[in-house]
């Protein structure tokens, strides 16, 4: 007796075969990522992906581990130059395995420690601000007349979280 197999999803519904290389769309969903963001870290040596024939980008599946590092580590605040040199600490830029992320983040923990004191120090600031409700514009810390802190950069001068990037 013969039996017949038929599967009837197009090759688009059925999704990567085990091993298979990703399309940038497939990691972009798995990985809840949009595909610009994928392309950035391709643009950006976090990332390698190959083409096919047809010029479509595709990544092998650890790819998917190799983004979820690169969001973990944006998500303790390192740039992408630093997660871009973490990266580049492993053999043949391979995906970090479970020691290499222990090591890595360990490596992390003094700048956490500096983000956190920093972001402590800016809820007192804030909580100070906010219960003295500027009745005296002398004492006040944000009060900055005729943009005298623009002098010292761009940005929120006056209540930067000051920590090393």
Not at 97 to 110: G, V
Request: aromatic share 4%; charged share 20%; proline share 5%.
């Amino acid at each position: 007796m013969v039996e017949v197999e038929v599967n009837l999803k197009s090759s688009g519904d059925a999704g990567p075969a085990a091993g298979a290389p990703l399309t940038i769309s497939q990691l972009a969903s798995r990985a809840g990522v949009a595909a610009s963001a994928l392309r950035f870290y391709e643009a950006e040596g976090l990332l390698a992906g190959s083409r096919t024939p047809g010029g479509h980008r595709q990544y092998p599946r650890h790819a998917l581990r190799r983004v979820a590092f690169i969001r973990a580590a944006q998500t303790v605040g390192l740039s992408l130059p630093q997660i871009k040199a973490a990266l580049a600490t492993l053999p043949d830029s391979r995906t970090p395995t479970k020691a290499d992320w222990a090591r890595l983040s360990a490596s992390w923990a003094p700048l956490l420690d500096a983000r956190i004191a920093a972001l402590q120090q800016l809820r007192e600031r804030l909580t100070g601000c906010i219960g003295c409700g500027c009745l005296s514009l002398k004492a006040c810390a944000l009060y900055n007349p005729q943009d005298e802190a623009g002098a010292s950069g761009v940005g929120a001068r006056l209540l930067r979280i000051e920590t090393e990037r």
